[in-house]
């Protein structure tokens, strides 16, 4: 398709990489247009890139992972106008602060995870 369109100089399709970082380091946007994704972890790696994000409705988790929208924009799926849109708004935009950016990352360390995951089964276990 990328051929045919006449971009695929300017488009990669690595396939499955084990480490995102160097691709995020380039990055201008990172755009998911998932149907569906349970807990989009590769949001939060591209929160911690500095990299904005212009993300479909497609995890329930979406609000805790960006809830404000100095990181990124939230579309409906299956419009591409409004993804579009979304894309050309989020790169005239300035980059997220990186305050911003910490407040996120902070909440997905190992530490404070695993707190957090040890602290709700003594909720759940009386």
């Known amino acids: 398709e990328a051929e045919r369109l006449g971009v695929a100089a300017r488009v990669e399709m690595p396939g499955h990489v084990p480490d ?15 149907h569906y994704e349970g807990y989009p972890a590769v ?4 929160i911690a890139a500095g990299v904005p994000i212009v993300t479909t409705d497609c995890s329930l988790a979406l ?3 960006f809830p404000s929208p ?3 924009a939230i579309v409906r ?6 993804i579009a849109a979304a894309i050309v ?3 005239r935009r300035r980059p997220p602060s990186p305050n911003a950016a910490r407040k996120i990352t902070d909440r997905h360390r190992l530490g404070a ?3 957090d995951y040890l ?3 003594d909720r759940l276990i009386p």
């Open 43 to 46: 949001l939060v790696e591209a």
């Open 89 to 91: 708004a989020q790169l």
């Open 63 to 65: 609000p805790e992972i």
């Open 70 to 72: 100095d990181l990124g």
């Open 20 to 34: 995102i970082a160097p691709y995020l380091e380039r990055a201008d946007l990172y755009l998911m247009s998932s």
């Open 113 to 115: 995870s695993a707190a």
């Open 77 to 82: 799926q299956r419009q591409p106008e409004a």
């Open 119 to 121: 602290a709700l089964f």
